[in-house]
C-alpha cells in the first residue's frame, strides 16, 4: 500500500485546512487509516483515526474531523479552529490489522508527510 498526503500549508490561527491521504496497491476499505502529527523535538503523536468508528486525540476533538472516501481510496483530515501548537508534519497511516488506533507502531503503512504552519 502506498500512502500520498497533501494539503499542507501555512495558515492563520482560527483557520482551516484540509488534509488528503490518497491509498493505492491494496484493498482500501479494509484499511483501518489514521493520521498522525510531529512536531519538532517531540514524538510522534495521534491525531485521528477511522474505521468503522472515528478517534480522536483530545487536543484536535471538537475541532479536526476525519473521514473517509472508499470509492475514491482517499481519507481527510478537516483542520478548524487552528492553533499554532497544531504546526506539525502530518503523516497518514494505515492499518491492515485494525489494532490499536492510537498507536503508532500498530500501522502498517505511512505516507511521506505534509507540513502544517499555523502563524499566532
Known amino acids: 500500500v502506498q500512502l500520498q498526503a497533501s494539503g499542507g500549508g501555512l495558515v492563520q490561527a482560527g483557520g482551516s485546512l484540509r488534509l488528503s491521504c490518497a491509498a493505492s496497491?491494496?484493498?482500501?476499505?479494509?484499511?483501518?487509516m489514521g493520521w498522525f502529527r510531529q512536531a519538532p523535538g517531540k514524538e510522534r503523536e495521534f491525531v485521528a483515526a477511522i474505521s468503522w468508528n472515528t478517534y480522536y486525540a483530545d487536543s484536535v476533538k471538537g475541532r479536526f474531523t476525519i473521514s473517509r472516501d472508499n470509492a475514491k481510496n482517499t481519507v481527510y483530515l478537516q483542520m478548524n479552529s487552528m492553533k499554532p501548537e497544531d504546526t506539525a508534519v502530518y503523516y497518514c497511516a494505515a492499518d491492515k490489522t485494525w489494532g490499536d488506533s492510537r498507536r503508532a507502531g500498530n500501522y502498517d503503512y505511512w505516507g511521506q508527510g505534509t507540513q502544517v504552519t499555523v502563524s499566532s
Open positions: 496497491g491494496g484493498t482500501f476499505s479494509r484499511l483501518e
